[in-house]
């Protein structure tokens, strides 16, 4: 999901804070390779069908966000 700009390119980046601790994932699939349904609270289906229009899910063990991630596209010369 790359939209493309005149001076960067905008990445969708799944974030899970669990107490302290931030992570960022490129995508709800990866977030599942590292955690089970057990850890997080949701399935990957409740995320999947849940996250994109709810902004952020909430259970008694962590915050999932989807955010958008911004850079700098890079000169192609």
Do not use: P, W
């Not at 493309?4 to 899970?16: F, P, S």
């Not at 997080?40 to 952020?56: A, C, D, E, T």
């Amino acid at each position: 999901m790359a939209i493309q700009g005149k001076d960067k390119q905008e990445r969708k980046v799944v974030h899970l804070q669990i107490d302290d601790q931030h992570e960022y994932f490129g995508s709800i699939e990866q977030l599942f390779c590292k955690y089970t349904k057990e850890q997080l609270g949701f399935s990957i289906y409740q995320v999947r069908n849940n996250l994109r229009k709810l902004g952020i899910m909430t259970s008694e063990t962590c915050i999932i966000r989807v955010g958008v991630l911004q850079t700098k596209i890079k000169n192609e010369n």
